[in-house]
């Protein structure tokens, strides 16, 4: 069975800093990968996603992840992050067996601060 | 386009009580889900449905039944609450063409809770 871990579940950082959101998975098949971004009082919006190609992957609002197949993670990045990115953000893995089901990180809050 | 729609927005139930969660989607989308979010554990699958007229568990069903009215309507229902069910509740679709390659769209959540 697939699993996900979200190394961090609080990041604190300043605005206009650089951010990194660790994300690790574990499966025996093919999977496909995503991030998706829950502001306070919301439901969940993809920000991106690794079908297969290219392993560096471009997302909306200034963010990015990197698909690293050997150490089996997909860390999302900000090189400049804004107050309006604090929110909870999750990793999920889907497989590519044709079940449609997604797996879920525990969520990493970014809390940027002024 | 409204998206996925949930209603209730909140919901306070005793011990024992049943209520169903409506859910619908304006996107024409063949998949639906049904998941809860619980502190610390991100979102689990409660139950899915693939297509008009299927239904399938996931990772947490006991405890919940749900009804794929039609294409657009999907709905949980909980026959006898308990505590253990206090959660956020989201529903989600996707055009059901591409597996699990296939974004998801989430609707706002209902946030139970159960006394």
């Known amino acids: 069975a697939q699993s996900v871990t979200q190394l961090d579940s609080q990041v604190p950082v300043f605005e206009e800093a650089p951010v990194e959101l660790r994300c690790n998975y574990s499966s025996s098949v093919s999977v496909y990968l995503f991030w998706y971004v829950q502001y306070p009082n919301q439901g969940l919006q993809l920000l991106l996603k690794?079908?297969?190609?290219?392993?560096l992957v471009k997302g909306i609002n200034g963010f990015e992840a990197e698909f690293n197949k050997s150490q089996t993670s997909f860390h999302l990045r900000k090189p400049s992050v804004h107050i309006s990115d604090t929110a909870e953000y999750f990793c999920?893995?889907?497989?590519?067996?044709?079940?449609?089901?997604?797996?879920f990180g525990s969520g990493t809050r970014l809390q940027v601060q002024p | 386009n409204a998206g996925v729609t949930q209603t209730p927005k909140f919901q306070v139930l005793k011990t024992g009580q049943s209520m169903t969660l409506q859910c619908a989607q304006d996107m024409n989308h063949n998949s639906m889900y049904w998941y809860r979010q619980d502190p610390g554990m991100g979102l689990r699958l409660i139950y899915y449905s693939a297509s008009e007229g299927t239904t399938d568990k996931g990772e947490v069903p006991n405890g919940y039944n749900v009804s794929r009215l039609n294409k657009r309507e999907f709905s949980l229902r909980l026959e006898s609450a308990a505590p253990s069910q206090t959660s956020v509740y989201f529903c989600?679709?996707?055009?059901?063409?591409?597996?699990?390659?296939?974004?998801?769209?989430f609707g706002p959540g209902t946030r139970l809770t159960v006394l």
């Open positions: 989600a679709s996707s055009e059901g063409v591409a597996g699990a390659a296939d974004t998801q769209y």
């Open positions: 999920a893995v889907g497989l590519d067996t044709g079940r449609r089901a997604l797996t």
């Open positions: 690794y079908l297969s190609g290219s392993t």
